[in-house]
């Protein structure tokens, strides 16, 4: 049990690089930017991991039955009624079709994107985009459901219908801020070094500082919006996180995962500097496993219990990670030959 819950929330953390540089690099294809041209080798190398993470969710699978209180039996009601939806042939289908889509947005992304590069089409920029905002839209839906059947099922009574909007907004964060960590280290090279200047990473961070709040603002609203309903099947799940330690976690996560970063990320001159940012960025990922250990291990313990596991899984998936990334980035070079929208602009603008 220890092992398959601490592995859940290393799991969910580690999926959320890939994912969220997904949504990252379909965001810069449809609205361009110097900013995505210069990182953008690292988000297409990110999502060609999701191949890899698909075979890492098997683990989950084989413990459903101790992870999931739906696998028992039971005669209760409520239980009975989500039977339908909550049963184990159907979690492993929707898990098949969630991963199916990602895989084939981050091949098509990639495919295309090579093709664009060589070709310099401008037919093709245009359906590039078009399927950057369909891959969008299948991204919000499969997220949410994928929130719903891998961690909110956790507490089947419990709902919540910003639930996966959350989890997406913090995927997205992850991944931003593991493309700036990444970007930051890469600038040792020469040839990255001269794409990605002071400008670029301010404007990464001003991304960043977006998805920082906007995560806050997701937080609070299934915060408040429970809080004022006071309903007796919504208010367990917080009830939960606000004793036996629980409710300190919550704290820190207020302070670091929002409050210290927001105030950072307003400075133009740390924006500007690529090693004070990718240490605000890191800081970041620390705090995106906290939130991810809060969220799944309430469920399993009423109060504070951390583990070597939770310490030991999170490394172990990370360099696991980190190691499947490092081969697909020396795969092409670091630094796009052609920008389609960057070439429009130039021609607009000069």
């Not at 449809?30 to 060609?48: D, H, N, P, Y």
């Not at 603002?217 to 007796?232: C, D, V």
Request: some cysteine; aromatic content about 14%.
């Amino acid at each position: 049990m220890n092992f398959l819950r601490s592995y859940l929330a290393a799991y969910l953390m580690w999926l959320g690089v890939p994912l969220g540089c997904l949504v990252v690099l379909m965001i810069h294809h449809i609205a361009g930017g110097r900013w995505g041209f210069s990182v953008r080798r690292v988000l297409e190398a990110a999502t060609r991991t999701i191949g890899w993470m698909a075979l890492l969710f098997v683990p989950v699978l084989l413990g459903m039955k101790s992870l999931y209180p739906w696998m028992q039996p039971t005669t209760d009601e409520t239980m009975l009624h989500k039977r339908p939806y909550l049963n184990a042939p159907f979690f492993v289908v929707r898990a098949v079709v969630y991963f199916g889509v990602w895989i084939a947005l981050a091949a098509l992304l990639n495919r295309w994107a090579d093709r664009l590069e060589r070709e310099r089409d401008p037919q093709l920029a245009h359906r590039l985009r078009g399927l950057c905002g369909v891959g969008l839209g299948l991204y919000g839906l499969t997220i949410t459901f994928a929130a719903v059947d891998w961690v909110m099922s956790l507490e089947p009574h419990w709902f919540s219908t910003i639930y996966g909007v959350m989890l997406g907004v913090g995927q997205v964060l992850t991944g931003l801020a593991t493309t700036i960590v990444i970007a930051a280290w890469l600038m040792r090279d020469k040839t990255f070094a001269e794409t990605a200047g002071p400008q670029q990473f301010h404007d990464l961070g001003n991304l960043l500082l977006t998805f920082v709040i906007l995560w806050a603002y997701m937080a609070f609203s299934q915060y408040l919006i429970i809080w004022s309903g006071n309903l007796r099947e919504e208010i367990p799940w917080y009830v939960a996180r606000s004793r036996g330690g629980w409710q300190w976690v919550a704290v820190a996560l207020i302070v670091f995962h929002f409050a210290v970063p927001f105030f950072f990320l307003l400075s133009r001159d740390l924006k500007r500097n690529a090693t004070k940012l990718a240490a605000l960025a890191a800081g970041l990922l620390v705090m995106r496993q906290v939130d991810l250990w809060w969220i799944v291990t309430p469920n399993f313990f009423p109060v504070v219990h951390v583990t070597w596991l939770d310490v030991t899984l999170t490394l172990v998936l990370g360099g696991l990670w980190l190691a499947l990334f490092a081969r697909q980035l020396r795969a092409r070079p670091l630094v796009p030959a052609y920008d389609a929208q960057l070439d429009e602009e130039v021609a607009a603008h000069g």
